[in-house]
């Protein structure tokens, strides 16, 4: 019930396309979803993160569509650049505790 | 946006020596800090949970004599692998979390046991 699923593990997309992560989990105490980018050799960075309150975030070429019902959420890269290329992970945690619990990431590549 | 540090970014050890790590909230005080270790293409396994002035808690699974946490100011925590074996090469990687925020990461400390 602890686990946050994420597909696809690997995901090619055509430079200008758009790149969708998806993650599934079970727990409804999550209260808190963020998504983190990550580059080879480097620690994650936050990329963009929801509350359960809102069904949509927008940051810039980056959204997150969350629905609390199927208890989904994912991640869309509109207009995808080659230097989008990493690898993506989301996760969540609950009652603000700080503790995340994480998807098994998604390694994007865009191609020129 | 909030910034935290690791030193060093890489280290080479002859197995059997102990690599310290340090982990520094640059911009914020952090009262709870997280290691992390993560091998290739894989995602973060959380090691052990820091909060300053306390002792670590740790993961179940990961010897606490062998991965040494120490959090002694709101700004810094160290990691120190004692002994260290070639089975402990890995990228290390801290967080900081932020007060009603969340977690800030570090650049990684990659590892590497001879």
């Known amino acids: 019930q602890q686990q946050v699923k994420q597909s696809p593990q690997s995901l090619i997309v055509q430079k200008g396309g758009i790149s969708i992560i998806n993650c599934a989990y079970e727990?409804?105490?999550?209260?808190?979803f963020p998504w983190y980018q990550q580059f080879p050799g480097k620690g994650p960075a936050l990329l963009i993160a929801?509350?359960?309150d809102v069904s949509e975030k927008k940051e810039g070429r980056f959204t997150i569509s969350f629905n609390k019902s199927a208890k989904q959420f994912s991640l869309h890269i509109m207009d995808s650049q080659p230097g989008d290329s990493a690898t993506y992970f989301c996760?969540?945690?609950?009652?603000?505790?700080?503790?995340?619990?994480w998807g098994a990431g998604t390694k994007l590549i865009i191609k020129p | 946006g909030a910034v935290v540090s690791q030193h060093p970014s890489w280290v080479i050890c002859k197995s059997g020596t102990s690599v310290k790590i340090e982990c520094r909230s640059l911009?914020?005080?952090?009262?709870?800090m997280f290691w992390y270790r993560q091998f290739p293409k894989q995602s973060l396994m959380l090691m052990a949970t820091s909060n300053e002035g306390s002792k670590a808690t740790y993961e179940q699974g990961v010897e606490k004599d062998k991965f040494l946490i120490n959090h002694a100011s709101l700004t810094l925590s160290t990691l120190t692998v004692t002994s260290a074996h070639p089975e402990d090469s890995s990228f290390y990687i801290c967080?900081?979390?932020?007060?009603?925020?969340?977690?800030?990461f570090g650049p990684g400390t990659r590892l590497l046991v001879l």
């Open positions: 911009d914020f005080q952090a009262t709870t």
């Open positions: 727990n409804t105490a999550f209260d808190y």
């Open positions: 967080s900081a979390y932020l007060a009603l925020e969340t977690q800030y």
């Open positions: 929801i509350r359960p």
């Open positions: 996760a969540a945690s609950m009652n603000s505790n700080y503790q995340l619990i």
